[in-house]
């Protein structure tokens, strides 16, 4: 593998990244930050002198997407954070994509621009207004090339649909819809729509105190527009169909794992809370996240997963600690690879994990400055509990708990990934002969 590093200067809040996505051709990948901020990197074109440049990205374009606001009738500061963003698939020259905060789901078109008009009739060079009665002669105005300009402008504002926090957005595969989730409901929106969405999910009780659960996740199915799935704080993946009804509260199938009697501790309802779940590009199959495991799903069997892989079990040991610095609190999200056969997943100490499928072999590669020069070969670390550590090992003791790899992304079709590490972003690809 070798790198592409991205870096923002030393560590401002604003500056962390809060979300990885590619678009539906790996050709743009955008980040969004805690500052509100969108920055869209595109792929280089490849060159006949060059032909290894192809695969690095350098930034398209920069645009504040979200600004601070206050909630004035809860007195709430709402926060400008990108909470998601999602690519729509590419129609025209133009580029489509939604970012959500926590309240506001915000449509953003990012264009090019290489030529503009000159030659106005009631306008001079400058722009000023001219005098009609010196305009004598008829000018036909024309195109003129100007340097390439990338504009990002917002075309729909969907808001005051959600009384909490939007944790994920999906767009569905008829590409007129989409839905924004919340810790309680799910609704459906028509993208050309903004000042109403359908209601389709909602599991508030009548009484908030009989509140047991909230929804963490939910996607879209990938080419089945009216399957939908949600994950919840409780450990179960509900899959509902908007063919049974409007309102999708009675689910059509229900994926839990029955707990094992013997692990139950005081950690155990919070750590099997799912921070993420992702259909297979195929649909198939179903990937979620705990906190100490990946689990694959088959849609077509609820009782139990097809397979389960530990992430960080070395950390089973270390919860207390991890629940008094509120780290076990921490939403790892989880991403497939192109072909469905590869699992990838973050860790603490800017570790992140893969998982074959096929050969059932795993490992470990971490993301950071010191040992990721551009074009080094990633080498798998290994973490050591107890007993005797090797050399090349790191004690379970020693992992830094603040670097962590909440973020991370897989181009639609090639072995190159994206990996955010607090305010870095690193994309690593397949190393080319």
């Known amino acids: 593998m070798h790198l592409v590093e991205e870096d923002q200067g030393s560590c401002v809040k604003a500056d ?36 290894h440049r192809r695969g690095e990205y350098n930034v398209y374009s920069t645009f504040q997407s979200h600004e601070p606001e206050f909630d004035y009738l809860k007195s709430l500061e709402i926060e400008e954070k990108i909470n998601k963003i999602r690519w729509l698939p590419q129609q025209n020259a133009a580029y489509f994509l939604l970012s959500t905060n926590d309240k506001t789901v915000k449509l953003w078109k990012i264009s090019e621009r290489d030529k503009r008009p000159e030659g106005y009739n009631l306008k001079d060079e400058e722009g000023r207004i001219r005098d009609p009665s010196t305009i004598t002669a008829l000018r036909v105005p024309v195109m003129t090339p100007m340097d390439l300009m990338v504009d990002a402008t917002p075309r729909r504002i969907f808001s005051n649909a959600h009384t909490y926090h939007i944790n994920s957005i999906s767009v569905n595969s008829d590409y007129e ?8 409901r799910i609704n459906l929106w028509n993208l050309e729509i903004t000042n109403q969405s359908f209601n ?79 259909f297979s590009h195929s649909g198939r199959y179903l990937m979620t996240r705990d906190y100490l495991t990946v689990k694959v799903w088959d849609v077509n069997m609820e009782n139990k997963p097809l397979e389960t892989y530990q992430v960080h079990d070395y950390l089973r040991s270390k919860l ?5 610095n509120d780290c076990i609190f921490d939403k790892f999200e989880c991403v497939w690879n192109g072909t469905d056969s590869v699992l990838m997943t973050g860790s603490y100490n800017n570790f992140f994990r893969m998982f074959d499928r096929n050969t059932k072999r795993d490992v470990t590669l971490e993301a950071s400055r010191e040992n990721s020069k551009p074009r080094a070969i990633l080498k798998p670390r290994k973490v050591c509990v107890g007993g005797k550590r090797r050399k090349d090992e790191i004690s379970v003791d020693s992992l830094d708990f603040s670097k962590k790899i909440l973020h991370t992304a897989w181009h639609p079709s090639e072995n190159i990934i994206a990996v955010a590490a607090t305010n870095n972003l690193y994309i690593f690809q397949d190393k080319v002969n």
């Open 16 to 51: 962390i990244i809060s979300t990885v996505e590619f678009n539906s051709t790996g050709e743009l990948l955008a980040t969004g930050d805690k500052g509100g901020r969108v920055v869209v990197f595109q792929r280089e074109q490849e060159s006949k002198n060059q032909p």
């Open 177 to 184: 819809t989409y839905m924004s989730t919340d810790d309680l």
């Open 320 to 324: 207390c600690s991890l629940y008094e």
């Open 200 to 278: 389709i999910v909602d599991i508030k009780p009548a009484n908030m105190e009989e509140l047991t659960e909230v929804i963490t996740s939910a996607e879209f199915h990938p080419n089945q527009c009216n399957t939908l799935v949600y994950s919840s704080s409780k450990g179960s993946i509900r899959l509902c169909d908007m063919r049974e009804s409007a309102l999708c509260d009675n689910h059509s199938k229900l994926f839990e794992e029955p707990e094992d009697p013997s692990n139950r501790s005081f950690f155990s309802e919070i750590i099997s809370s799912i921070s993420d779940v992702k």
